[in-house]
Structure formats: structure tokens, C-alpha cells
């Protein structure tokens, strides 16, 4: 397996991309995780003309307090991510 993490700060989403070779058949698995600053998200959906806020509802983007990327949140789940996979 394979990670790789992009950090942001306020004006970015966060990523963490895990790539999964299966040797059976030389495929990959690519699983994505994200994370956006809860407070900015309705201002970044406007200002990129994208649906940051039905993302979130439909749990394809984790939140995290405040207006800036909380680092102890991250921490906590990419903890729990590596746990899982």
C-alpha cells in the first residue's frame, strides 16, 4: 500500500490518497479522503462554483472545526483510516 497526503491550510482541501496494488490481476485500488475547514466551506463552494457543501452531507468530505485545517482531527483519522486498510 501506498499514501499520499496533501495538507492544507485554509484555502485548500486536504487529501489523502491510499493506493492499493492487488496482485491477483495487477490492478490498483485507489481510495481518496478529504478534508475542508467547516466554517469556510459555504464561501469555497460559492467561490469555486462547486458542491462542497452536498459533499460533505453525502460523506465524501470530513469536516473539521473552525477555519482552518484542524491537525488533531486529521491525526485522529488517518489513524483510523490506517486501522481499517
Not at 467547516?38 to 472545526?65: M, P
Request: hydrophobic share 35%; proline share 5%; charged share 25%.
Amino acid at each position: 500500500m501506498y499514501a499520499g497526503l496533501d495538507l492544507a491550510s485554509t484555502y485548500d482541501l486536504t487529501a489523502l490518497v491510499l493506493v492499493c496494488p492487488d496482485p491477483s490481476d495487477n490492478s490498483l485500488d485507489i481510495l481518496p479522503f478529504f478534508w475542508i475547514p467547516e466554517s469556510n466551506a459555504a464561501e469555497r463552494s460559492q467561490r469555486d462554483k462547486v458542491d462542497y457543501l452536498g459533499w460533505i452531507r453525502d460523506g465524501h468530505i470530513r469536516v473539521t472545526d473552525g477555519n482552518v485545517t484542524d491537525y488533531t482531527v486529521l491525526h485522529r483519522d488517518i489513524s483510523q483510516i490506517c486501522e481499517q486498510y
